[in-house]
């Protein structure tokens, strides 16, 4: 990218940034101003990043960084009737933004149990600002990644869940982040904090659609701290229209003996970037990042996982798994990192892809770094087709070919689901993976 390209587009986020620090919920609260500042002093000095950068050298953000995105503002609202297809069920509360904005109208918000808090991140700062200063910004590492920084940056509205010590949520808490058709794109930047106390249980989805075409960019960034002995798991559904630009990150803190699991499901989207940042900051932590992208037509769809093992008798566990066609392409880029101090570590880490056309492409780079030398580490990739015995062996017992094919497509989609505990977010997402996968104009099209 030129320095004239990259002057420019700096020039109009200066333009967004400075009117809206003027605006900004907790404008007036100096921890917060500072925390801005310093993000956008970030993403300043580092700009968008370009393939020649290591981490990013399989995906381009060159339509970003040359596109304009203004900042989304409150605008026209969907009708509850519209947003009834993308409800989930079950849930025991859901929290609607519209435009990264909180949308208290079309929100479900019965009472949660006690210990329990959800709500808008913005009306937190407005209401009750010291809850936040001790997590808000204290773990994203804005400083390694220019879309952590943009994020920050623009913090204001998101969502905010704490689940009090010894408290245990049975329900998982839906957050819909909804896009609408417009003739302009715009930007979103969606902030969100979790934190779950000691002793804790609960299950946080984000959920991210589009009503009607979009090429909105989103870009959204979530702290999910974990006290000790906390279990939670953490739900990424990513199914915009597929000229939509989407790109998260999750911050995941764990303390000691505690247990947290990322699903993430990508279908949707003309750039995804979806970056899971683990680290296991307490003794005997358990992690599992678990994860399933399909992708068709030319979309790109890129995962970014860093797992750091910052103390001893900890483990992790990475599966994932891409589906692509047409001239879709998909990236793995999966790192374990054990410190010195991470003595007898257990990780693996695996990534199966399947091809199901000659154009389609993935990119697969497993890692390890290992600074400890009592640990048990293993990594791995496949790549492949649809295996001809397999489908042979289905076509001998009675199925036609376009049903043996589906079958297998969705046995290898489905061994992400079998790692999810909370029953009624894996039939969420089961009929999510139906619906993108054999769906008219789904990612297996050109099979099916």
Known sequence: ??????SAYLQAYLAGFGEFEKLAAGRDLPWLHALRGDGFARFCEAGFPTTREEDWRFTSVAAIAQGSFPLARPGAMPSPSQLEGWRMKDAACELVFVGGRFAPALSRMPELPAGVQAGSLAAQIAENPASLEPFLGRYLDFRRDAFCALNTAFLEDGAYVRIGRGAVLERPVHLLFVSLAGAEPQMSNPRNLVVAEENSQAAIVEDYVSLGPSADFCNTATELVAGDNAV?????????????????????????????????????????????HAVLAGQGGECLINGLFAGYGRQHLDNYMRVEHARPHCSSRQFYNGILGDHARGVFHGRIIVHPDAQKTDAKQTNRNLLLSDDAQIDTKPQLEIYADDVKCTHGATIGQIEPDALFYLRSRGLDEQAARRMLLLAFASECLDRMREESVRGHVDAMIRQGLFAPGGATKELL
Do not use: P
């Open 232 to 276: 939670v798991s953490h739900y990424l559904l990513e199914r915009e229209d597929t000229q939509a630009f989407n790109f998260s990150t999750l911050r995941i803190e764990q303390g000691r003996d505690s247990s947290v699991a990322s699903h993430s499901l990508l279908l949707g989207g003309a750039i995804v970037r979806n970056n899971v």
């Open 1 to 6: 990218m030129s320095a004239i390209s990259a």
